[in-house]
């Protein structure tokens, strides 16, 4: 990163579940390097904690003022929240948020342990070894927000092969990524208009995609906004928590001694979450752009009005000021603060659901396989590339079979 031409951002994505390389470089440095997008605008990066918090807070730093100029096939209108500003965005969050409390996810935990339990009960019947991203992470997180929505459970498979191409910032085509956007766009429009018919019939049910349409009229999104939503909170919903899932397993995995531990005590389950969440890099972007609506300063540099800044909210997780020894993976760590959901007015909407998610599933796995062990050796296991949200394509694992459990 030395020279005056701005090097291209994203940088390649780091080793395994790690940032990419350059972030620690860009923690030890003073100012806020130039580089240069895949649209092909400047923008300056952001990788210390405070700086990061602060731009997320700000509203002189705007979202939707760079959303015309996307960076990948994914257009502003097929998000719903990401890329809003106030006062769309507080009108839109306002309209989803009562699902997303930690209340709503304590009462959707029994929920998620019957489900961890099916498909583990199903994947114990399969040859081995079985790749426990397809068999468990990803339907476990898929089933869960398909369930919030109320999509009908023979429409799953044909969804997630869309989902994988909207989430592609590389890996598939231009035309690809926008045919993909458009049949979900259809799909969910669809799902919105059987919604309405039923409430109109008398037969509502209890989806949120009802719950929307039936909210008081001066609260309620369009049918459009509605659409949208559908789609983004699939998007949101199930490739984030389902490949971080992946990445839980995958430590306990390659670390006997911590996975019996937290066997042993279920109060280490939420801390050792938590390091996870901090300690692995699920962005490959990097982050969102925001554009300065005027004159900011950042730490020692003025940011100008017009110019781009990216948070990076997984090098802000390795922010030495913060977090002692922050390459080191420490389970029990103390003192916590990461962004790893973001921070601010765009702070997950589903990081109650997604915590409730990664401790039900990854207690299910450390408790109902506790000899489960990886069937290739971890070098060989095969990361993700060109998407937007990192994660492994597989996670071969075996479990010595008992013959005859106890009832
Ligand atoms: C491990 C799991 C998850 C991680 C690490 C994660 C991470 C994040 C991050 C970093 C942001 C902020 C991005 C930004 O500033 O633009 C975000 C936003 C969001 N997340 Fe999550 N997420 C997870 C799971 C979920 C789940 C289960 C849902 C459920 C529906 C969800 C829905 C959303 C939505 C709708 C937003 C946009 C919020 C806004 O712009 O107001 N996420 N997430």
Redesign the pocket.
């Known amino acids: 990163m030395t020279g005056t031409a701005p090097c291209p951002f994203p940088f390649p994505e780091g080793p395994d579940a790690r940032p990419p390389r350059e972030y620690e470089e860009l923690l030890g440095r003073p100012g806020l390097p130039l580089v240069m997008l895949s649209n092909g605008s400047e923008a300056l990066l952001v990788a210390r904690h405070a700086e990061v918090k602060a731009v997320?807070s700000d509203d002189r730093f705007s979202?939707a003022s760079f959303a015309g100029r996307p960076m990948f096939a994914r257009t502003p209108e097929s998000l719903?929240?990401?890329t809003?500003d106030p006062p769309v965005?507080t009108r839109r969050?306002r309209a989803?948020l009562h699902a997303?409390t930690a209340r709503r996810a304590r009462r959707q935990t029994p929920w998620l342990r019957a489900l961890a339990g099916d498909l583990l009960d199903e994947l114990e019947t399969r040859a081995q070894p079985v790749d426990l991203v397809n068999a468990f992470t990803v339907p476990f997180?898929l089933n869960?927000?398909t369930e919030?929505l109320g999509v009908p459970a023979d429409d799953r498979s044909q969804l997630r092969p869309l989902v994988d191409r909207m989430m592609s910032t590389t890996r598939f085509t231009r035309e690809e990524v926008a045919a993909a956007h458009r049949e979900a766009g259809d799909y969910f429009a669809g799902l919105v208009a059987a919604r309405e018919a039923e409430i109109a019939a008398g037969e509502a049910g209890d989806d949120l995609l009802t719950e929307l349409l039936a909210a008081p009229e001066a609260e309620r999104l369009s049918r459009e906004e509605i659409a949208v939503f559908g789609a983004?909170?699939l998007m949101?919903?199930?490739e984030?928590?389902g490949n971080?899932?992946a990445i839980c397993a995958l430590t306990v995995l390659l670390d006997p001694a911590l996975a019996g531990r937290l066997r042993a005590d279920p109060d280490a389950l939420a801390p050792a979450v938590e390091e996870m969440?901090r300690w692995s890099s699920?962005?490959a972007t990097g982050?969102?752009p925001h554009v300065a609506t005027e004159d900011v300063r950042l730490g020692e540099t003025l940011v100008r009005a017009g110019q781009v800044v990216v948070?990076l909210?997984d090098a802000a997780n390795r922010d030495p000021a913060v977090f002692a020894d922050p390459g080191r993976f420490v389970p029990d760590r103390e003192e916590n603060p990461h962004?790893?959901?973001?921070?601010?007015?765009?702070?997950?909407?589903?990081?109650h659901?997604?915590r409730a998610?990664?401790q039900v599933g990854l207690g299910a796995l450390l408790h109902r396989l506790p000899d489960l062990a990886l069937a290739v050796p971890a070098g060989e296991l095969v990361w993700r590339r060109g998407m937007f949200i990192r994660g492994l394509m597989e996670l071969p694992v075996r479990w010595p079979v008992v013959r005859d459990r106890p009832v």
Request: aromatic content about 8%; glycine content about 12%; hydrophobic content about 55%.
């Open positions: 997320l979202r719903a929240l990401a809003s965005h969050r989803v997303f997180a869960a927000i919030m983004g909170l949101a919903g199930y984030t928590t971080q899932l969440l699920l962005v982050g969102a948070p909210t962004v790893a959901f973001g921070h601010g007015r765009h702070f997950c909407l589903g990081a659901l997604a998610e990664l």
